[in-house]
């Protein structure tokens, strides 16, 4: 780049290394979400759709690039490799510049993880940074793979514009570096599947020219997966009593999403033999405290690493309960229900599902007595009407089909 001869004088460098840093677009992990980080799967048809879009706004909206730098893996290759044909310049592919590898964990569901190493898991996500998962790396360490690929690389890339496609981790391991930040900041940084980001390399420093840019959305991608749907409406919450299809519905609705479905921590306690009956109300307080921590704890990280959620129960259930059962211990409820409301405003949306119209089962797990439901549900329903604002609870109509219901929830944050 060239620079007027007043502004050259005054800079420290003249030299501008543009570094264009391109994430891939989304894989295909089935109905759950996995840990997939150094598994080389392929891309999903919306992510070869995300990947279409990003290739063209390459070639319209930016200046032709010195060359191409990739990871080796397929979801990646998808757009390198048509990328450096069309555009006419080399492809440096480099298994440095890989995802973090998971270990023992690639391939597994996140919640299936979750229940057979719920220790593990919770220590890995408390320190993101220096944890690695059993025969993996931590972010650290792919910090400082990639920081030695780079320092390899500079000499030939300084100066010229360059295009990197690359993971979520590459990129945040990146620009943490070129902007002096610890990795414990690595997660402030969330460049969505599809996104263009752009740094300015030179002597005096690096500037971050964008962030997360999206192209416009192919048409034909998956039903149910827009853009708007991923860029809007991202932390979703259920809300209905037991028997209303909420973990079946959010489960879809959280691949649809490309979000984690986070599950209630009640029904694995009952399936692990808690007895709700034999408990004192301290002890039930105490069980509502624990469940709304480790919900809260799960959806600071959902929101950190994935930029959203979809929950099995929302925190005006948890206010529900507190009202159902403990209305007679008013410092208990005077402390803990007007902070469950305040959460719920944080929600993009409270999704409360119409009671009675799905058969109750019996699964050895949840009551039957449609009446205590009934309960429960107008408790919720009331609360959701009085204490969100308005547009923020939104109430399912009598659909019982999971596709329609699916169809509209996702239409409603679409719009």
Same mark, same amino acid.
């Given at each position: !780049?060239?620079?007027?001869?007043?502004?050259?004088?005054? !800079?420290?460098?003249?030299?501008?290394?543009? $570094?264009?840093?391109?994430?891939?677009?989304?894989?295909?992990?089935?109905?759950?979400?996995?840990?997939?980080?150094?598994?080389?799967?392929?891309?999903?048809?919306?992510?070869?759709?995300?990947?279409?879009?990003?290739?063209?706004?390459?070639?319209?909206?930016?200046? *032709?690039?010195?060359?191409?730098?990739?990871?080796? +893996?397929?979801? &990646?290759?998808?757009?390198?490799?048509?990328?450096?044909?069309?555009?006419?310049?080399?492809?440096?592919?480099?298994?440095? +510049?890989?995802?973090?590898?998971?270990?023992?964990?690639?391939?597994?569901?996140?919640?299936?993880?979750?229940?057979?190493?719920?220790?593990?898991?919770?220590?890995?996500?408390?320190?993101?940074?220096?944890? *690695? /998962? /059993?025969?993996?790396?931590?972010?650290?360490?792919?910090?400082? *793979? =990639?920081?030695?690929?780079?320092?390899?690389?500079?000499?030939?890339?300084?100066?010229?514009?360059?295009?990197?496609?690359?993971?979520?981790? =590459?990129?945040?391991?990146?620009? &943490? #570096?070129?902007?002096?930040?610890?990795?414990?900041?690595?997660?402030?940084?969330? /460049?969505?599947?599809? @996104?263009?980001?752009?740094?300015?390399?030179?002597?005096?420093?690096?500037?971050?020219?964008?962030?997360?840019?999206?192209?416009?959305?192919?048409?034909?991608?998956?039903?149910?997966?827009?853009?708007?749907? #991923?860029?809007?409406?991202?932390?979703?919450?259920?809300?209905?009593?037991?028997?209303?299809?909420? @973990?079946?519905?959010?489960?879809?609705?959280?691949?649809? !999403?490309? =979000?984690?479905?986070?599950?209630?921590? !009640?029904?694995?306690?009952?399936?692990?033999? $808690?007895?709700?009956?034999?408990? #004192? /109300?301290?002890?039930?307080?105490?069980?509502?405290?624990?469940?709304?921590?480790?919900?809260?704890?799960?959806?600071?990280?959902?929101?950190?690493?994935?930029?959203?959620?979809?929950?099995?129960?929302?925190? %005006?259930?948890?206010?529900?309960?507190?009202?159902?059962?403990?209305?007679?211990?008013?410092?208990? &409820?005077?402390? +803990?229900?007007?902070?469950?409301?305040?959460?719920?405003?944080?929600?993009?949306?409270?999704?409360?599902?119409?009671?009675? $119209?799905?058969?109750?089962?019996?699964?050895? %797990?949840?009551?039957?007595?449609?009446?205590?439901?009934?309960?429960?549900?107008?408790?919720?329903?009331?609360?959701? *009407?009085?204490? +969100?604002?308005?547009?923020?609870?939104?109430?399912?109509?009598?659909?019982?089909?999971?596709?329609?219901?699916?169809?509209?929830?996702?239409?409603? =944050?679409?719009?």
């Amino acid at each position: !780049m060239s620079f007027q001869r007043t502004t050259q004088d005054a !800079m420290v460098s003249h030299v501008v290394t543009h $570094l264009h840093l391109l994430r891939h677009g989304r894989v295909d992990t089935g109905p759950r979400r996995i840990a997939y980080g150094a598994s080389d799967l392929p891309l999903s048809a919306v992510g070869r759709a995300e990947s279409e879009a990003l290739e063209a706004f390459v070639e319209q909206a930016l200046p *032709r690039p010195s060359g191409i730098l990739s990871s080796d +893996l397929q979801r &990646c290759r998808a757009l390198a490799e048509p990328l450096a044909e069309s555009l006419g310049v080399p492809l440096h592919m480099s298994a440095a +510049l890989r995802e973090q590898d998971m270990g023992a964990w690639e391939g597994q569901a996140w919640d299936d993880l979750q229940a057979a190493h719920q220790v593990d898991v919770n220590d890995y996500w408390d320190d993101y940074v220096g944890a *690695r /998962p /059993p025969g993996g790396e931590s972010l650290a360490d792919v910090s400082a *793979r =990639v920081g030695a690929w780079w320092d390899e690389q500079w000499p030939r890339l300084e100066g010229g514009r360059w295009i990197l496609v690359g993971h979520a981790g =590459v990129v945040r391991s990146l620009l &943490c #570096r070129f902007l002096g930040l610890p990795m414990t900041e690595a997660l402030r940084f969330a /460049p969505a599947h599809g @996104s263009h980001s752009h740094v300015l390399l030179a002597e005096a420093g690096a500037v971050l020219q964008s962030l997360g840019q999206l192209p416009v959305a192919s048409r034909g991608a998956e039903q149910y997966q827009s853009q708007s749907v #991923r860029r809007v409406g991202r932390r979703l919450a259920l809300s209905g009593s037991a028997g209303t299809g909420k @973990s079946t519905l959010g489960r879809r609705l959280a691949a649809a !999403m490309d =979000v984690p479905f986070l599950e209630e921590g !009640m029904r694995r306690r009952l399936e692990e033999g $808690l007895v709700v009956h034999d408990l #004192r /109300p301290e002890q039930h307080r105490a069980l509502i405290l624990e469940l709304w921590r480790e919900q809260q704890a799960a959806e600071e990280r959902a929101h950190i690493e994935f930029g959203g959620f979809v929950a099995d129960r929302s925190a %005006v259930d948890f206010a529900a309960f507190c009202l159902l059962f403990h209305s007679y211990d008013v410092a208990f &409820c005077e402390d +803990l229900v007007p902070r469950l409301l305040a959460h719920a405003q944080g929600y993009d949306a409270v999704i409360n599902l119409p009671w009675g $119209l799905l058969p109750l089962e019996a699964d050895g %797990v949840r009551s039957t007595n449609r009446w205590y439901q009934r309960h429960f549900q107008a408790t919720a329903e009331g609360l959701l *009407r009085r204490d +969100l604002p308005p547009g923020r609870a939104w109430f399912l109509p009598d659909l019982e089909d999971l596709e329609r219901r699916l169809q509209w929830i996702v239409e409603r =944050v679409a719009r």
